[in-house]
C-alpha cells in the first residue's frame, strides 16, 4: 500500500502498517470472541459454577505459562 498519511501525521514503515493491522485484527477477534459468550449466556443463562474452571486456576495456569516463556533469568 503505498496511502499518505493524514495532514498532521507521520508515516509508519511497511512492516509498522503490517503490525498495526496484525494486531488489530487478533483484538477484532478477541472481541468477536467475547461477544459471542456474553450472547451464549444472554440466551442459555449462567453456567453452573461446579461445572465451570474457578478463575484463580485459570489465572495460576496462565502465570505460569507466562513465567515458563520468559526462561530463566539469572
Given at each position: 500500500?503505498?496511502?499518505q498519511p493524514?495532514?498532521?501525521?507521520?508515516?509508519?514503515?511497511?512492516?509498522?502498517?503490517?503490525?498495526?493491522?496484525?494486531?488489530?485484527?487478533?483484538?477484532?477477534?478477541?472481541?468477536?470472541?467475547?461477544?459471542?459468550?456474553?450472547?451464549?449466556?444472554?440466551?442459555?443463562?449462567?453456567?453452573?459454577?461446579?461445572?465451570?474452571?474457578?478463575?484463580?486456576?485459570?489465572r495460576d495456569?496462565r502465570l505460569?505459562?507466562?513465567?515458563?516463556?520468559?526462561?530463566?533469568?539469572?
Open positions: 500500500m503505498s496511502e493524514a495532514p498532521g501525521r507521520k508515516p509508519v514503515t511497511p512492516k509498522g502498517a503490517d503490525a498495526l493491522r496484525a494486531y488489530a485484527a487478533r483484538q477484532r477477534s478477541n472481541a468477536e470472541e467475547l461477544a459471542a459468550v456474553l450472547e451464549d449466556i444472554a440466551v442459555h443463562g449462567l453456567p453452573d459454577p461446579d461445572s465451570t474452571t474457578p478463575w484463580e486456576v485459570v495456569r505460569a505459562e507466562l513465567a515458563a516463556g520468559r526462561g530463566h533469568v539469572a
